[in-house]
């Protein structure tokens, strides 16, 4: 079972800047890992993904102010938020696939996730 935990969170002023961490304990290979945020009243939404070969993905909203990077030694996946908004406090998940051996061979990268962390809050102040 892969547990993920993430960290970093925190209070910030708009403009600042935030490095989210998600170290993976357990089975650590997963096809695609990434990052979710929910805001209070609102839908989750995806933040950014990257998938074992090394392709990321972003939402229009990144717009790039933040980049996803994982070290494989670590087992850890990382968000890196610059130029923070108020529209991004949220609380953010990281969450993993299963291995793509385990998956139907129509899968596709990065649409299904099967492990989630408890979170951490982001709160931008204006």
């Known amino acids: 079972q892969l547990q993920l935990v993430e960290s970093g969170g925190g209070s910030v002023q708009a403009g600042g800047s935030l490095r989210l961490s998600c170290p993976a304990f357990?089975?650590?290979?997963?096809?695609?890992m990434g990052w979710f945020r929910q805001a209070p009243g609102k839908e989750r939404e995806a933040v950014a993904s990257v998938d074992s070969d090394g392709t990321t993905r972003y939402a229009d909203f990144v717009d790039g102010r933040f980049t996803i990077s994982k070290d494989t030694a670590k087992h850890t996946l990382y968000l890196q938020m610059n130029t923070l908004k108020p529209e991004d406090t949220a609380m953010y998940y990281c969450?993993?696939?299963?291995?793509?051996?385990?998956?139907?061979?129509?899968?596709?990268?990065?649409?299904?996730?099967?492990?989630w962390g408890q979170g951490t809050q982001v709160t931008v102040s204006s």
């Open positions: 357990g089975y650590a290979y997963s096809w695609c």
């Open positions: 969450a993993a696939s299963k291995p793509k051996w385990q998956l139907p061979p129509s899968s596709l990268a990065c649409t299904a996730f099967d492990y």
